[in-house]
């Protein structure tokens, strides 16, 4: 069995800064890509960044420059980096996970989310 836990999330003013962690556990023999969503009321849910097992980045437009991916393959772990945050990028954060487990399947995991409110 495989979970990913969110953490970090919350409610910060314009131009603050916030770090999401998402933490990998379970039945888990390797991580591929993984990649923080987002979804604000009334909207899709959206990319925002994807990280490669071997550290390659991809940002969206709307948060290059602002935010930034990052993973810790030992521990398990995936991190975003947000910082001078607007109202718009607020929303229900997802860690999303491309993991083969030991019974040698591969899927992809979602975590429950975590919320970040940008508001003055």
């Known amino acids: 069995q495989v979970q990913l836990v969110e953490s970090g999330g919350g409610s910060v003013q314009p131009g603050g800064s916030l770090r999401l962690s998402c933490a990998a556990s379970g039945s888990i023999l390797s991580i591929n890509d993984m990649g923080w969503y987002r979804q604000a009321p009334g909207k899709e849910r959206e990319l925002v960044a994807i990280?490669?097992?071997?550290?390659?980045?991809n940002y969206s437009d709307s948060v290059k420059g602002r935010f930034t991916i990052s993973r810790d393959n030992a521990k398990k772990f995936l991190y975003l980096q947000m910082n001078s945050l607007k109202p718009e990028d607020t929303a229900v954060y997802y860690c999303?996970?491309?993991?083969?487990?030991?019974?040698?399947?591969?899927?992809?995991?979602w975590g429950q989310g975590t919320q970040v409110t940008v508001s003055s």
């Open positions: 990280i490669t097992r071997y550290g390659v980045t």
């Open positions: 999303k996970a491309d993991i083969v487990s030991t019974q040698f399947r591969r899927d992809d995991y």
